[in-house]
Nanobody, 115 residues
Framework: QVQLVESGGGLVQPGGSLRLSCAAS????????MGWYRQAPGKQRDLVAR???????VYADSVKGRFTISRDNAKNKVYLQMNSLKPEDTAVYYC?????????WGQGTQVTVSL
């Protein structure tokens, strides 16, 4: 059974930074993609950033130049460095892993950007 555990969320002022972490555990094989999504209240869950199967990265237009996704393959971890945060970045952030075992999601971590 695959488990994803996110951490690093919290309350930050506009212009601040946060670093999210996601640790994957369990029987993981044939990873297709791993990345971050977010869902604001009353809105659908959208892509923030992810790795493609060839290792390249994809970002939502709204976070390009401010967010950076990275990973540690040896530890099955993925990170999201978020800089220059804006109030509109407020959402629950979810880690997603698509692998041979299926489509897996973490429980989410709240990010709130406010004065």
């Amino acid at each position: 059974q695959v488990q994803l555990v996110e951490s690093g969320g919290g309350l930050v002022q506009p212009g601040g930074s946060l670093r999210l972490s996601c640790a994957a555990s369990g029987s993981i094989f044939s990873i297709y993609t791993m990345g971050w999504y977010r869902q604001a209240p009353g809105k659908q869950r959208d892509l923030v950033a992810r790795f493609t199967t060839d290792g390249s990265t994809v970002y939502a237009d709204s976070v390009k130049g401010r967010f950076t996704i990275s990973r540690d393959n040896a530890k099955n971890k993925v990170y999201l460095q978020m800089n220059s945060l804006k109030p509109e970045d407020t959402a629950v952030y979810y880690c997603r892993l698509v692998a041979g075992t299926g489509d897996h999601w973490g429980q989410g971590t709240q990010v709130t950007v406010s004065l």
